[in-house]
T-cell receptor
Framework: NAGVTQTPKFRILKIGQSMTLQCTQDMNHNYMYWYRQDPGMGLKLIYYSVGAGITDKGEVPNGYNVSRSTTEDFPLRLELAAPSQTSVYFC????????????FGAGTRLSVL | AQKVTQAQTEISVVEKEDVTLDCVYETRDTTYYLFWYKQPPSGELVFLIRRNSFDEQNEISGRYSWNFQKSTSSFNFTITASQVVDSAVYFCALSEAITGTYKYIFGTGTRLKVLA
């Protein structure tokens, strides 16, 4: 039972570099979410998707992009990384038919220096 | 607007003490869901409980219990006879149902330290 898998676990970027955070789930959940967690703060929603081909902005979308070409995958793209994007990123998935409980990946710790 | 407040930033208790973590929420929706998650030092988020707005029954699961009171918009979490392994950050979250997106609004978390 893999659940929600995020790669990489850790990454250091230089200012201005780009990268893609990968997220895959094997539970056939329609809904997927990306959050960021800053020290001492709760999780803030970056983007979400209610199904393949459908994405929408969350609370803090600036500087990020997403795509959802399949049910399983929901990659998060950072363009022109900035120090303000230093954070821990969590991907989650859920299914409204399963009480919409969100199941989280292990997180990606990203530092932008 | 929806909001979740966890006013207790950090709590320290001695092992075997009982501890209650507070969660107060705001929403104008009549149908909503409340959750608690645990984030141990290893960093993952572990689901603990879900409660819908129509079910005010309290729940007990081993040493954990939850008190949901719509009248005070609170969903508090009590750990009885705390153990060192309970040391973690605990998050309360609110999910609305009206838009069908089931997005979560998280509180800022309460860090619980259980001392041996």
């Amino acid at each position: 039972n893999a659940g929600v898998t995020q790669t990489p676990k850790f990454r250091i970027l230089k200012i201005g570099q780009s990268m893609t955070l990968q997220c895959t789930q094997d539970m056939n959940h329609n809904y997927m979410y990306w959050y960021r967690q800053d020290p001492g703060m709760g999780l803030k929603l970056i983007y979400y998707s209610v199904g393949a081909g459908i994405t929408d902005k969350g609370e803090v979308p600036n500087g990020y992009n997403v795509s959802r070409s399949t049910t399983e995958d929901f990659p998060l793209r950072l363009e022109l990384a900035a120090p303000s994007q230093t954070s821990v990123y969590f991907c989650a998935s859920s299914s409204p038919g399963l009480k919409n409980i969100q199941y989280f990946g292990a997180g990606t710790r990203l530092s932008v220096l | 607007a929806q909001k979740v407040t966890q006013a207790q930033t950090e709590i320290s208790v001695v092992e075997k003490e009982d501890v209650t973590l507070d969660c107060v929420y705001e929403t104008r929706d009549t149908t909503y869901y409340l959750f608690w998650y645990k984030q141990p030092p290893s960093g993952e988020l572990v689901f603990l409980i879900r409660r819908n707005s129509f079910d005010e029954q309290n729940e007990i699961s081993g040493r954990y219990s939850w008190n949901f009171q719509k009248s005070t918009s609170s969903f508090n979490f009590t750990i009885t006879a705390s153990q060192v392994v309970d040391s973690a950050v605990y998050f309360c979250a609110l999910s609305e149902a009206i838009t069908g997106t089931y997005k979560y609004i998280f509180g800022t978390g309460t860090r619980l330290k259980v001392l041996a």
